[in-house]
């Protein structure tokens, strides 16, 4: 199931040694090389120092009682660590970042995005169109598969196609038009029976 980052950040982080809370999700830290959290920035009154960091693969589960980890340990300085001071030098955040697509059209502004907590892989973003677009367009939503290039003040999107159909099919959407039928794909379809076939 994915999450909205809004809906994770401010979870409890609980120990599964005590069962009890330990700390709460501060702000992701993001790798923009492959827009993953790496590990998130922690707080609570129970830290005895600051910064503190839960590294996102020590995250056993994320659910309704918030991200799970081992124990206390989990939580850490970001002192010393190499590779995640280095992620954390990008200063790479999504919030509010232009999204444009390959024909350098502006498509907005990122407003959140939606992430899969198992893996903590960025999957969709959510962007708010600029304001003559927002008349037609409240949001939209991209996915991680649509992205180009990932840049410090923009992330470049594939921008959407439009295929010619087909003559028997643009006759099909015609019909459509004239007399809407809508197909219920929950729907189970049932036998015809005589009303259905005068």
Do not use: W
């Not at 992701?28 to 993953?36: A, F, G, S, T, V």
């Not at 920035?41 to 129970?46: A, F, K, L, M, Q």
């Not at 056993?60 to 799970?68: C, Q």
Request: charged share 20%.
């Amino acid at each position: 199931m994915l999450l909205a980052i809004n809906r994770i950040l401010g979870a409890p982080v609980m120990s599964l040694q005590t069962g009890q809370p330990l700390c709460q999700l501060a702000s992701p830290i993001i790798n923009p090389y492959n827009l993953r959290i790496v590990a998130f920035y922690v707080d609570g009154p129970r830290l005895d120092f600051s910064p503190a960091v839960v590294f996102s693969e020590d995250i056993r589960e994320f659910g309704p009682m918030g991200a799970i980890v081992d124990s206390v340990d989990n939580i850490m300085s970001p002192e010393g660590m190499v590779r995640l001071n280095e992620v954390i030098s990008y200063n790479f955040t999504l919030n509010h970042l232009l999204v444009i697509d390959d024909h350098n059209n502006k498509l907005g502004r990122i407003a959140g995005y939606i992430v899969d907590p198992v893996n903590f892989e960025i999957q969709q973003l959510q962007v708010k169109p600029g304001l003559f677009k927002s008349f037609t367009t409240t949001e939209l939503l991209i996915h991680r598969n649509q992205i180009i290039k990932v840049e410090p003040d923009r992330i470049t999107v594939k921008a959407p196609t439009i295929r010619q159909a087909s003559p028997s099919t643009a006759s099909i959407e015609a019909r459509r038009v004239l007399n809407p039928e809508f197909d219920n794909p929950f729907r189970q379809h049932k036998p015809a029976t005589n009303r259905d076939s005068n």
